[in-house]
């Protein structure tokens, strides 16, 4: 792929432009507004091609950066990287804004890792959360007229066609029934589903290296496995039988809050439900709340992981900032695409690794370990036991010891992706095909808590669910 002298130069860090320096609303403003217009590709291709333009214009902004550091003071060096870092940031931020999908998804894993990953990088692709760029209303106009039977102005009191938040797969409109409840209405992304399925297939030539290995089968399924969950994630029919199965779960005394799905106006493609007030991590955070509603907001995320897990047999996956709302010590919880759903086995597996974690005991961590990553006997693997062990003992530390755990500490949090990368670079996640989904939720909820700067002693909750449930 070759770019010419133009583009190269455009792909440079500008020290004298005040909007490169910063990602001032009206930038945001103008960039979401070009990508409002632009219908999403779904092509292999066509999204092959985008990936590939932006990494190449990005590899190219840091090379320019390490030549000119050669002739700069160490202060210059710091400012030019950190307009280089913004640059790319906002390269990738239109991008992944333009491509949608699970190309998006991995946008919003990057903005979750504060002060691990660059803060231009975390700051500007933190939109990608609830605030990126909409679809504009004429491209999924007719998307809504097709599922809901009619035009949505005519079959509600009310309806905004301005989106009020947006992410990776659908956007979200504001409306009133007739009857006089406010609702959300969650719109997919026309031709979603076929861009996930583009992006994976994408993905399939970088995996061919693994067919010559032991642990092709094993790779293949773990692929397939994260595949099923993101087409999940698009069955909006799907998710509306998990939001009234986990509203059944909870209390008013509970304080937390899963919206009502109204069916009438909801199909696999759009999801209306009651509207739920409140706001997300970065605004709660934005009013300096104290230590005490911090704990109190994390104590409450945990109570409802815990509770999905051991009575609804659901293991919450996806802890999208976009996916909790905080109000009055009550805590919202608004999308559940994201969910493993466990059967009888994979319910078992959980308990065992519960158990671990309970004794604390690094034979019986030793032993679920085997199980998980299914390791033998054989010599050769022996330090991926080691290490896996390393790793487990690690991310499970809050669940293992008692006692309260400062979920802010930004080393603890560095040393569970070191492991990660550790465990990924030697080769060593090979497991039970739901590996991907849980690891994507340890870090997930590892960053979220360490947003906060949570102070909390897990183990009380998990103790109470477990006797709910039983």
């Known amino acids: 792929m070759s770019l010419s002298v133009a583009e190269i130069l455009e792909a440079l860090p500008r020290a004298d432009d005040p909007d490169e320096r910063g990602l001032s609303a009206e930038a945001t403003r103008a960039l979401f507004e070009k990508l409002s217009k632009r219908p999403m590709p779904t092509g292999s291709l066509h999204r092959l091609w985008n990936l590939g333009d932006v990494h190449a214009r990005v590899g190219i902004a840091y090379l320019f ?26 390269k990738l931020l239109e991008m992944m804004g333009y491509l949608r999908g699970a190309v998006m998804k991995m946008g919003q894993t990057l903005a979750n890792l504060k002060d691990i990953a660059p ?33 949505p102005e005519e079959l509600f009191d009310e309806f905004e066609t301005e989106a009020f938040a947006a992410a990776s797969l659908g956007q979200v409109h504001r409306a009133r029934l007739k009857t006089g409840e406010r609702v959300a209405i969650k719109v997919q992304y026309p031709g979603i589903g076929r861009t996930i399925r583009a992006d994976l297939r994408n993905l399939t030539p970088l995996l061919l290296p693994a067919r010559l290995t032991k642990d092709w089968e ?16 698009t069955d909006y029919e799907d998710e509306a039988r998990l939001l009234e199965k986990a509203r059944d779960l909870f209390t008013e005394d509970d304080n937390i809050l899963v919206p009502r799905v109204y069916r009438e106006f909801s199909t696999a493609r759009v999801l209306t439900m009651q509207f739920v007030g409140g706001v997300h991590i970065h605004d709660f955070l934005s009013l300096n709340p104290s230590q005490e509603a911090r704990n109190q907001a994390a104590e409450l995320m945990m109570r ?22 905080f109000q009055d010590g009550k805590l919202g919880l608004i999308d559940m695409g994201g969910v493993w759903c466990l059967n009888d086995a994979a319910f078992d597996t959980m308990l065992r690794a519960d158990h671990a974690m309970q004794t604390g005991d690094r034979n019986d961590i030793s032993d679920f370990v085997r199980h998980w990553c299914e390791i033998g006997d054989d010599p050769s693997d022996q330090e991926r036991l080691l290490k896996s ?31 990660l990368a550790e465990l990924t670079k030697k080769r060593y996640t090979r497991g039970r095909s ?26 009380p909750i998990r103790d109470e669910e477990v006797k709910v449930t039983c």
Request: glycine share 4%; hydrophobic share 40%; with cysteine.
């Open 65 to 90: 950066y390490w030549i000119r550091s050669w002739f700069k003071s160490t202060d210059a060096r710091q400012q030019d990287l950190v307009e280089t870092n913004l640059r790319a940031a906002l």
């Open 119 to 151: 803060d231009e990088f975390t700051d500007v692709l933190e939109k990608l959360h609830f605030e990126a760029p909409a679809m504009h209303y004429s491209l999924i106009r007719e998307q809504l007229c097709s599922e809901l039977g009619g035009d």
């Open 218 to 233: 094993n790779v293949k399924a773990q692929v397939d496995e994260v595949r099923r969950s993101l087409e999940r994630e």
């Open 304 to 325: 409802a992981w815990y509770r999905l897990l051991y009575k609804g047999r659901m293991e919450y996956i996806d802890w999208h900032p976009g996916n909790f709302l």
């Open 389 to 419: 062990v390393e790793y487990c003992e690690h991310v499970w530390k809050a669940r293992i010891q008692p006692g309260v755990m400062d979920f802010g500490d930004a080393e603890d949090l560095r040393k569970t992706i070191d492991l």
């Open 434 to 459: 739901a590996s991907p989904l849980v690891t994507r939720w340890e870090l997930a909820y590892r960053t979220m808590l360490y947003r906060l700067g949570a102070k909390i002693d897990v183990h």
